[in-house]
């Protein structure tokens, strides 16, 4: 098993507002106010089943985790972006080939051993106990799910028998009422009788709803567990490692369109042409104007040697055909190191994720400062969404000499941890962290030991607020996995990150970035406000230059 402590962030139905009744007695009021914050509720909400009503899962789903921040524990809201989530992790799915393969390989019995498997590790691993009734229902809600989703339908029922699902729908509705499995085994029964059921009135093969049941049993359980196809696991993996195969793009989908993020150095993006802010237009000669960003990155990938021809338009809208050969790509933990203030010796690095690299590319980069002449630093975690709690505790013992960095707290005894400070190595320099509401997961260890134990300045905005350790699970018979949210992580001070964060030292506002994203250093400081408030921070405790000390 391998414990990550990751952030990784998913890119969102109709709304339905339920007031409580009134009893008869119940005088109604001749004036409402409307306070502020409920229209802006009631805004979040009209524009998210707006944005489900035309499909777009995946700004849905965005739109609702940032409407959740705002409004932390409203109901509304939470219902909303948990069946979002079904529907946008379900058309991930369907556009992958990864899992459209195990849909043709496995059998019933071998998809069945799988969701066995699944609920042996929900039971022995997950951070709350589950009953198993439970499980089974958040199963058949994503069967449900399921039956209104285009891709499922047209890949698993034949066009004839579609009309009778709205029939079959009742008859399963009254299936799992009558039923209450009380144990594992029970749990495969049923699943087993309501895929065969599926089977006599649809036609539907019995592993896709097997496969439906095993994803409802994990996506449901929080924001964090889920389903891994084999191509998602290898993602994840490759993210742990710091390399994969492919391009070296960052993709978002923007105003329907693709647009490229990132591009990371070095890479064959980078060395084909290919910059922040290009759009892709096409994709081995298939307009990408109708793909989403999963199913763009499923035609982006490949073997490596092989190529990819893509058509793309950067900020004179003129397109421009690029072939770019697929290679493995090294992804650094550190993106950029710089003397933002040479007289000062203030350094700057962005940290953007924590992995396997991390220690030895941090190590690098603070040398490097070193030589040239650092005096206090500059550490920029904005955007960065985790990875490895193990990374995050290295990265901080960098700085710390003593103290806790973070406790972790499971169901069970392995899952509880205590991660101190080791003052050997301790790099001693003022030190200024950068934050933003996309600072999640392990930079939130980061961050949040370095505020909590005073070691440093923490400028920007409050953090992400995700307080919680996942565990990564491969699954025998297959090459794909399940994530599960295994224990809580815990601040120095014994503060939970959750819905949380961790607050700045020295609050700014967030201004809005252009796509494209990454800072080139040294900058205009106008461009980026939270860099110039932490060069304002490090300028107050950096010492003068001595020939200005001397001058006098």
């Not at 049941?213 to 929080?222: E, F, H, K, M, P």
């Not at 998602?232 to 710091?242: H, K, P, T």
Request: aromatic residues 8%; glycine residues 8%.
């Amino acid at each position: 098993m391998r414990r990550l402590s990751t952030g990784l962030r998913y890119a969102m139905l109709a709304v339905l507002v339920l007031f409580g009744t009134l009893s008869a007695s119940a005088q109604f009021p001749t004036t409402l106010a409307i306070s502020p914050h409920t229209q802006q509720l009631d805004g979040f909400l009209q524009q998210g089943q707006k944005l489900e009503l035309e499909r777009r899962w995946g700004d849905a789903l965005s739109y609702y985790e940032d409407a959740l921040r705002q409004f932390p524990g409203d109901d509304n809201l939470q219902r909303r972006y948990d069946a979002a989530r079904l529907h946008y992790d379900l058309q991930r799915r369907y556009v992958d080939r990864s899992f459209s393969n195990d849909l043709r390989r496995l059998s019933v019995d071998q998809t069945l051993e799988l969701y066995d498997q699944v609920l042996l590790k929900i039971e022995a691993h997950y951070v709350d106990s589950q009953d198993w009734k439970t499980l089974f229902e958040w199963g058949t809600g994503d069967l449900e799910v399921a039956f209104s989703e285009a891709m499922f339908l047209e890949r698993n029922v034949s066009e004839s028998r579609r009309p009778a699902a709205v029939a079959f729908r009742r008859e399963l509705e009254q299936y799992v009422g009558r039923i209450s499995p009380r144990d594992r085994t029970e749990v495969r029964q049923a699943v087993r009788a309501v895929a065969g059921l599926a089977q006599a009135r649809l036609g539907i093969p019995p592993t896709a709803v097997v496969l439906e049941y095993l994803c409802g049993a994990t996506n449901s359980l929080d924001p964090y567990s889920a389903f891994l196809t084999p191509n998602q696991l290898s993602e994840v993996y490759s993210q742990i490692e710091g390399n994969f195969v492919g391009l070296g793009v960052e993709l978002k989908a923007q105003n329907n369109q693709l647009v490229i993020l990132r591009v990371i150095a070095g890479s064959p993006a980078e060395r084909s042409g290919l910059r922040p802010g290009d759009r892709i237009l096409a994709v081995d000669g298939r307009s990408a104007a109708a793909m989403s960003c999963d199913q763009a990155a499923n035609m982006l990938q490949g073997e490596e040697g092989t190529s990819v021809a893509l058509t793309v338009a950067g900020a004179d809208h003129r397109p421009r055909e690029v072939e770019v050969l697929r290679r493995r790509v090294e992804v650094p933990s550190v993106d950029q190191t710089a003397l933002v203030d040479r007289q000062r010796g203030i350094g700057y690095l962005k940290l953007t994720c924590f992995q396997k690299t991390t220690s030895r590319d941090l190590d690098a980069a603070l040398w490097k400062l070193h030589r040239a002449g650092m005096r206090s630093l500059i550490v920029d975690v904005r955007g960065n969404p985790g990875g490895l709690l193990t990374a995050a505790v290295d990265a901080a013992d960098r700085f710390l000499e003593r103290g806790v960095i973070v406790s972790t707290r499971g169901r069970s005894a392995p899952e509880d941890a205590t991660f101190v400070a080791q003052a050997e190595g301790t790099w001693q320099m003022p030190l200024v962290v950068i934050i933003d509401q996309d600072s999640a997961s392990a930079a939130e260890i980061f961050a949040g030991a370095i505020h909590e134990l005073h070691r440093g300045t923490v400028v920007g905005t409050r953090s992400y607020g995700k307080g919680s350790v996942q565990g990564i699970f491969p699954l025998e018979g297959t090459s794909a996995g399940i994530r599960l949210t295994t224990a809580k992580f815990y601040s120095p001070n014994g503060r939970s990150y959750h819905r949380s964060g961790v607050e700045p030292d020295v609050q700014v506002r967030q201004a809005a970035r252009p796509v494209g994203g990454p800072i080139v250093l040294p900058t205009d400081e106008q461009q980026d406000p939270m860099l110039a408030a932490a060069l304002e921070v490090a300028r107050g405790f950096a010492s003068p230059p001595l020939q200005a000390r001397s001058s006098r």
